[in-house]
C-alpha cells in the first residue's frame, strides 16, 4: 500500500484549550491547514505548541471550536474511528509500551486487527505477521526480551514496530530521535522517511531531518506560521531564529553595558 494524497488531514479554524492551574488556557487558536504530502514536519521553537497540533490531529486534545477531518474520520466527535486511522510515536518510548515482552507487545497491536471479513485474523496469520514486523525493524532476537530491559533505541524500534503493525493510514511521531545517538538518530530517522505505507507528520526540532520531509508546517506562538514545502518553511524557520539569537545577544551585550534592564519577550511559546 502506498500513501496517496486522495488521503488528507484537513483542520479548520482548530482551536485547542486545556485547563491550567490558573483557569482555561488556549494553546492553539485558528488553525487552518490541509496536509496531503506523504511526509509532514511540524517545527517550532520550545512549547510554541507543535505537540498540541500533533495531539489535535490523533484526537488527544480539547478542539473546542473549528473542524478537523482527518483520512475521512471527524477528528473532533468521532475520536473512536480515529484509532483504527492514526498511530502514535511518542518521544519517551517506554510510555507505549504495554506488554511485558517485545513479541508479546508486537502481539497485542496484531491480534486487535480484523480481516476483510471483520473477523480477527487465524492464529497462525497473527503469528506469521508479528514475525514479519518483527523482522522489518530488526527485533527478532529481542524477541523475548523484556521490554523494560530494552536500550532506548531498541525500545524505540519496538514502539514503531507496534505502531505501524496496527497498520495506520497516519503516522504521527512526536520527537522521535531525541533520546537517540547519532547512528540510532540515522537509522530511526531513515526508516521512518522510507516508509510508504502511510502519511508521516513530524515533529522535530532537527531541521535537517524536517528539511528532508515533503512539507513542513512552522508553529509559532500557538498559530500556525507559515506552511508549504519543507525546504522553504525550514528556511524561514532559521532565519528567523538567525534574528532572534541575533536579537538577544545584542540585547544582552547592550544589558551588560547600561547594567540590568527588564526582560524582553523574545519567546516562541503559545500566547495566553
Ligand atoms: N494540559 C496543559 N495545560 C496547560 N498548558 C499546557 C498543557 N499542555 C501544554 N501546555 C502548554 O502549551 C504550550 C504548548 O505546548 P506543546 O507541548 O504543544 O509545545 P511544543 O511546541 O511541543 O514544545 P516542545 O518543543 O518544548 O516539546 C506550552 O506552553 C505548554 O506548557
Redesign the pocket.
Known amino acids: 500500500m502506498t500513501f496517496t494524497t486522495e488521503r488528507a488531514v484537513e483542520l479548520r479554524g482548530v482551536r485547542v484549550e ?3 492551574a490558573e483557569g482555561v ?1 488556549t ?1 492553539l487558536r485558528d488553525v487552518d491547514l490541509r496536509l496531503d504530502a506523504p511526509r509532514v514536519a511540524v517545527v ?10 500533533a495531539r489535535a490531529i490523533a484526537g488527544l486534545a480539547d478542539v473546542v471550536a473549528g473542524e478537523a477531518d482527518v483520512h475521512g474520520v471527524d477528528a473532533v466527535r468521532d475520536v473512536k474511528s480515529l484509532r483504527r486511522v492514526v498511530g502514535f510515536v511518542f518521544a519517551n518510548p517506554a510510555a507505549q509500551m504495554v506488554m511485558p515482552t517485545v513479541r508479546e507487545d508486537v502481539e497485542l497491536t496484531v491480534k486487535a486487527l480484523r480481516g476483510p471479513d471483520g473477523r480477527r485474523l487465524p492464529k497462525a496469520e497473527v503469528a506469521a505477521r508479528v514475525d514479519a514486523a518483527l523482522a522489518e525493524h530488526r527485533l527478532t532476537e529481542l524477541a523475548d526480551r523484556p521490554c523494560l530491559a530494552l536500550s532506548s533505541g531498541q525500545a524505540q524500534r519496538l514502539a514503531m514496530c507496534a505502531v505501524t503493525a496496527a497498520e495506520p493510514s497516519l503516522v504521527i511521531a512526536d ?1 522521535p530521535t531525541s533520546l537517540l545517538d547519532g547512528r540510532h538518530r540515522r537509522i530511526i530517522a531513515d526508516r521512518l522517511l522510507a516508509a510508504d505505507g502511510f502519511q508521516l507528520l513530524l ?1 522535530t ?1 532537527d531541521l535537517d531531518l524536517a528539511r528532508a520531509c515533503d512539507d513542513a508546517v512552522w ?1 509559532h506562538q ?1 498559530r500556525v506560521r507559515a506552511t508549504g514545502p519543507a525546504g522553504d518553511v525550514v528556511r524561514e524557520y532559521e532565519r528567523f531564529l538567525d534574528e532572534a539569537v541575533a536579537g538577544e545577544l545584542g540585547g544582552a551585550l547592550g544589558e551588560a553595558a547600561d547594567g540590568p534592564g527588564e526582560a524582553g519577550e523574545g519567546s516562541g ?2 500566547a495566553r
Do not use: I, Q
Open positions: 486545556a485547563d491550567g488556557v494553546l517550532g521553537e520550545n512549547g510554541s505548541g507543535k505537540s498540541t497540533l520527537e515533529v526540532h508553529v500557538g511559546e503559545a
